[in-house]
């Protein structure tokens, strides 16, 4: 995992557990779906009907490319998504 470093005058926020597609992942509360699949180094959100990968694009939730599943809702957007404990997000398939 690999996130930017801090500086000494700031912490990150408390550690939480999601589980990303079934699998046990760390964050930080602070963090949205996107920055943790972003550390993970896994860009792809989805995948579209026709099977192509997409991800963050714009991070500002405009342009709709990072959606996932989170705790079975489709259309989710990961940008802008803060991560809680105990969070289950899958990467989409198609139109969810």
Excluded: H, I
Aim: glycine share 12%; net charge negative; aromatic share 4%.
């Amino acid at each position: 995992m690999s996130r930017l470093p801090l500086p000494p005058e700031l912490e990150r926020g408390p550690r939480v557990e999601l589980l990303l597609d079934g699998r046990p992942v760390e964050a930080y509360e602070g963090e949205t779906v996107a920055a943790v699949l972003l550390a993970l180094g896994e860009a792809a959100t989805r995948r579209t009907a026709k099977g192509e990968p997409r991800g963050v694009f714009c991070g500002m939730g405009v342009c709709f490319d990072c959606l996932v599943v989170v705790d079975g809702v489709p259309n989710t957007r990961a940008c802008m998504t803060w991560v809680r404990d105990g969070m289950r997000v899958e990467r989409q398939e198609g139109l969810g």
